[in-house]
């Protein structure tokens, strides 16, 4: 049985979440992702979360919030977790947070290679907004979904 835990992220979880980004980023470069989350993290530590089961990190969500909108820079969890319902618990947390902050939008910016990912984004309202050619570089284009929060 799955004892999983929803906590606030740490620079120490950092290794383990640098694993599980490349999930979510196929385009990436690890280390100089793993910049990328330590500066979210530093920013938003109230907004950046990770879900552990004994100990070791599963999951983990990001989000930054511009003029009263977020975008949710990332969600990712363990294949071996995924279908268990981690990524639903980090989203909730994240959107409660979010809902604390005033947020009224979320966005979501989904790598065309994670296409895979929108059923789960469409079973929590969000929906198909546009895409954006190039956005994470030449040829990795991204799905824009969006969220309103009620």
Do not use: W
Not at 35 to 55: C, M, Q, W, Y
């Amino acid at each position: 049985m799955l004892k999983i835990l929803i906590r606030k992220m740490r620079e120490t979880d950092l290794d383990a979440v640098c694993e599980l980004a490349m999930l979510a980023n196929p385009h990436a470069v690890k280390e100089k992702y793993s910049k990328h989350i330590l500066g979210e993290l530093r920013e938003n530590p109230d907004l950046s979360f990770v879900a552990t089961d004994n100990g070791n990190v599963v999951g983990y969500v990001l989000a930054e919030t511009h003029n009263g909108d977020a975008v949710l820079e990332d969600i990712a969890v363990a294949k071996e977790y995924q279908g268990k319902n981690v990524g639903k618990s980090l989203l909730e947390k994240e959107l409660k947070a979010l809902k604390r902050k005033g947020v009224k939008i979320v966005l979501a910016e989904v790598h065309y290679k994670c296409a895979s990912a929108i059923p789960f984004y469409y079973k929590h309202n969000f929906r198909i907004t546009g895409f954006v050619q190039d956005f994470f570089g030449i040829s990795h284009d991204a799905i824009i979904l969006k969220l309103v929060l009620q």
